[in-house]
């Protein structure tokens, strides 16, 4: 059993940054693959980014690479995302979720199994 618990969120301007951390339960969690989504009002959700459970292997979604990175610190059972150059569109709430199985790491949100109950970000123009 993994709980997860995401924080970190809040407002913005647009070019600015924060960091979401995503703190689990249990002493498993550095067998998990960890993957953060998104979803904004009236959107699907998206995949953002993820990370092995070694931490190795990341993995980042189109519409945020080279301004977002994954991390996890396996001593702490956390995993971060770090926002820069933040935009209006990525505006939305902020999940982190792990899949049923250990030594999995997947993108897709049908494959997750554990979900945080979400942090919202909101950016301004």
């Known amino acids: 059993q993994v709980q997860l618990v995401e924080s970190g969120g809040g407002l913005v301007q647009a070019g600015g940054s924060l960091r979401l951390s995503c703190a689990a339960s249990?002493?498993?969690?550095?067998?998990?693959?960890m993957t953060w989504f998104r979803q904004g009002s009236g959107k699907e959700r998206e995949f953002v980014a993820a990370v092995s459970w070694s931490g190795t292997m990341t993995y980042s979604g189109e519409s945020v690479k080279g301004r977002f990175t994954i991390s996890r610190d396996n001593a702490k059972n956390t995993v971060y995302l770090q926002m820069n150059s933040l935009k209006v569109e990525d505006t939305a709430v902020y999940y982190c979720?792990?899949?049923?199985?250990?030594?999995?790491?997947?993108?897709?949100?049908?494959?997750?199994?554990?979900w945080g109950q979400g942090t919202q970000v909101t950016v301004s123009s």
């Open positions: 979720a792990a899949p049923s199985l250990p030594y999995r790491v997947s993108t897709v949100a049908d494959s997750m199994l554990y």
């Open positions: 249990g002493r498993t969690f550095s067998t998990y693959g």
